[in-house]
């Protein structure tokens, strides 16, 4: 037997001891579970944010589940909502874990908000529908129009 057949039966043997002891280990504590279930991007190619928490996912997990941190935008199963919602035009990203404790997430005033990936800055406008839907709300946004200055984001 070639010694590279020796490894890969030696590999495969570890991962299946892996799986057993997963499957028979305790169960997750509270707070890896609920990071299990963040919303993050399943892909690299066509990240959206949404314009008014940050929230960066690809336009088709916007559309099946919406943005888990604003769900009265609507967005889940509504294209041109989404459309109007979300935009590609953001600069940077900061995965954040553990909200209420990160320092990132209370500099990008997400602290209150999922764990997920985070745009640092957004450039785009809601329509003014949406606009006063959410100052009805007395909810606030992060997105800025274009060319308005950075250091002005509210």
Not at 65 to 88: F, I, K, Q, S, V
Not at 102 to 121: C, E, F, N, Q, T
Not at 132 to 145: A, D, K, S, T
Request: charged share 30%; hydrophobic share 30%.
């Amino acid at each position: 037997m070639a010694e590279e057949d020796r490894y890969d039966e030696g590999e495969a043997q570890m991962e299946e001891e892996e799986e057993e002891e997963e499957e028979e280990g305790e169960p997750l504590p509270p707070k890896v579970e609920e990071l299990a279930q963040a919303p993050v991007p399943d892909q690299l190619k066509g990240v959206r944010s949404c314009m008014r928490c940050g929230l960066v996912k690809t336009l088709d997990q916007f559309l099946e589940y919406g943005c888990e941190n604003c769900p009265y935008l609507d967005m889940a199963g509504n294209h041109e909502r989404c459309n109007l919602c979300t935009t590609a035009f953001f600069e940077g990203q900061a995965a954040v874990m553990d909200p209420g404790e990160s320092w990132a997430a209370k500099w990008l005033r997400v602290d209150a908000h999922l764990p997920g990936v985070y745009a640092i800055s957004i450039t785009g406008q809601f329509d003014k529908e949406i606009e006063e839907e959410l100052e009805n709300r007395g909810v606030r946004w992060r997105c800025r129009p274009v060319g308005s200055d950075p250091a002005a984001m509210p």
